[in-house]
């Protein structure tokens, strides 16, 4: 009995997992509200509204160089 | 008494659950797959202030992995940028516009009389989303600031990689599924292999150990012998090393007191040490078939001392288990019937 279960476990683990990982339902899709999500530094200029992209107004600052120094290589 | 030598087979042998062990490599060849898909290239040369237009590129809207957009700016050493970004849609409507920073700096570092080069940047930005519907996109990019490490203005020259990979997928979430079907594996390899009608575990402080029970049915009889040596207080005053091998006396004999079995094993003697401590380990299993059930009494029995009384035998233990079934072939020695 314990062993049908755990092989049932196993297989909707992996179909769950690999499912999610390969489809990705809940990801950013252009013209939903908001914005998506990014590795990086990025600041987005505005966001989307009802299906539209409105630009945000006014200027950003420039952050200049951000050297951090040798930190990896230490 | 020589006995007879044979192999599992049959319902002694459970394969299918080999086959469990190949779920935990399907999310790994998931991610081997969406990493080996080709991905679409471009390299975007920006030039003064004014917006440069990629390529258009194709971002598909499937189920089979999402599109990722990654740029890259190949910034010289020791310089800083800010681009902007639009993301244009094939109707030629902007749907998303960011900025992007980035930076590169080359040096050397030196601390406690060592010093080495470092190159360290980050200038790379990945985007993930789907497309309102597939087609052609485009991205217009601006140099808004290009400056060196003391913010002065530089010639607006540079040049961007643009990846677009449309079948990407979470790799994070992939390696967490291969490593949670693995666990789930292995309790289902336990509940199987580990499974049997009786155990019975006897550990003493001698040279033989011995345990009398009702064995037989379906599967096997696994009998395993494990044993710990150690050095002794007082030490002989010329020890010799100890041996590789020790020879293990196994005995089965039925209600009767008819023997059944008796082999001599010669067994690895397994040396460890640890600290400036040293010990032996001796540990070994055999599995007997059984043509019907029977009461039996198993003795294990190991030599002691062993080198000259350099090494001595410090437990035994003799753990068996009735009614197990093995993954794979084994060899197995067969019981006659008691009686």
Known sequence: MERQLLLLLAVLALLLGSGLAVTRPALYRIGQDGTPRTTGAVAFRGRSVGGRWQPAAGQRGWGGFQGRGPGGAK | MSPARDISRGAEVVRWPQLALLLP??????????????????????????????????????????????????????????????????????????????????????????????????????????????GDHTLRLALEEFTDAAGRPLPASLRVALVVDNHSVDGGLLLITAAVTAVLVRLLWVAVYGDCRQRRRLRVDDDGAALRLELGGAGLVRVQVLARYEEPDLPPVRPQ???????????????????????????????????????????????????????????????????????????????????????????VTPLRSPG
């Open chain 2, 25 to 134: 490599l399907a999310p790994l060849l998931v991610l081997l797959a969406a990493v080996s898909v080709p991905r679409q290239r471009q390299l975007v040369v920006l030039e003064g202030e004014q917006p440069a237009s990629s390529r258009p590129f194709r971002l598909h809207d499937g189920w089979l992995g999402s599109p990722e957009i990654r740029l890259r700016a190949e910034l010289p050493p020791n310089t800083a940028m800010a681009l902007a970004v639009d993301l244009l849609d094939p109707a030629g409507q902007t749907v998303l516009q960011f900025d992007q920073e980035g930076w590169r700096e080359q040096g050397i570092w030196q601390e406690d009389g060592e010093s080495g080069r470092y190159d360290e940047s980050d200038a790379e930005l990945r985007l993930q989303l789907r497309p309102r519907q597939g």
């Open chain 2, 241 to 331: 090393p100890a041996p590789r091998q020790v020879e293990l006396e196994l005995a089965v004999s039925d209600a009767w007191g008819a023997v059944l079995l008796r082999e001599r094993l010669e067994v690895p003697l397994r040396h460890y040490s640890n600290d400036g401590d040293h010990w032996w380990v001796v540990n070994t299993s055999r599995y007997l078939r059984l043509s019907e059930p029977a009461s039996l009494r198993l003795r294990a029995s190991l030599p002691d001392p062993l080198a000259g009384g350099a090494v001595e035998l410090e437990w035994i233990q003799l753990l068996v288990e009735d009614g197990v079934v093995t993954a794979w072939p084994v060899a």
